[in-house]
Nanobody, 117 residues
């Protein structure tokens, strides 16, 4: 089973920026909206941002105006541009297709984002 592969995380100071990337199987990318999620220890995974096939986006209130989700349909890639990062953005970030009934088979390893001075 091919999983989603996230990359681009790292350590950044408050106010800094990162760009996350997600490589998705064509079979998933072409059929479903895609989204970024994040999770911290002891908490449930939360939706950060989503983008549908035609490019309409939605964001969690906590990231509106700071994060931008995009997709490259030619490369089967989803991106998350994160600006003005805050310590509370620290988490492992994952991508997935939230409307895929088999989404639980596709969770990848995620990419760690740490915002700290």
């Amino acid at each position: 089973q091919v999983q989603l592969v996230e990359s681009g995380g790292g350590l950044v100071q408050p106010g800094g920026s990162l760009r996350l990337s997600c490589a998705a199987p064509r079979s998933i990318f072409s059929m479903y909206a895609m989204a970024w999620f994040r999770q911290t220890p002891g908490k449930q995974r939360e939706l950060v941002a989503g983008i549908n096939i035609v490019g309409s986006t939605n964001y969690a209130d906590s990231v509106k105006g700071r994060f931008t989700i995009s997709r490259d349909n030619a490369k089967n890639m989803v991106y998350l541009q994160m600006n003005n990062l805050r310590p509370e953005d620290t988490a492992v970030y994952y991508c997935n297709a939230p409307n895929n009934p088999r989404r639980n088979e596709y969770w990848g390893q995620g990419t760690q984002v740490t915002v700290s001075s």
